[in-house]
């Protein structure tokens, strides 16, 4: 079984940034590729960022791009999403996901669909005020 516990959310200004993290325990970190959804209310929730295991591949949503970065750090078993530019529509709760995959590089249907992924965390939330 592997817990995924994210944290870093809050309440920020437009324009602001934020860190969040996401540790992983339970099994070895780099069995996974790993990935940001969220989830605003009265929305589907979507995707935000992938990273492979070797980091080898990352994708992002078009809206972020430019704006978030995707990194991991296979040592702490901690993935990062570093959120800058922050807009008001980018509130939501935003849900860490661990995808077994061995791989170096993943498709971007692999990365970016959230059935593929088998672990999710619990949501933190983040709150963009105009």
């Known amino acids: 079984q592997v817990q995924l516990g994210e944290s870093g959310g809050g309440l920020v200004q437009a324009g602001g940034s934020l860190r969040l993290s996401c540790a992983a325990s339970g099994r070895t970190f780099t069995e996974f590729a790993m990935g940001w959804f969220r989830q605003a209310p009265g929305k589907e929730r979507e995707f935000v960022a992938a990273i492979s295991w070797s980091s080898g591949s990352i994708y992002y949503t078009d809206s972020v791009k430019g704006r978030f970065t995707i990194s991991r750090d296979n040592l702490k078993n901690t993935v990062y999403l570093q959120m800058n530019s922050l807009k008001p529509e980018d509130t939501a709760v935003y849900y860490c996901?661990?995808?077994?995959?061995?791989?170096?590089?993943?498709?971007?249907?692999?990365?970016?669909?959230?059935?593929?992924?088998?672990?999710w965390g619990q949501g933190t939330q983040v709150t963009v005020s105009s």
């Open positions: 996901a661990a995808q077994v995959n061995p791989n170096a590089y993943v498709t971007t249907m692999e990365g970016m669909t959230a059935a593929r992924y088998d672990y």
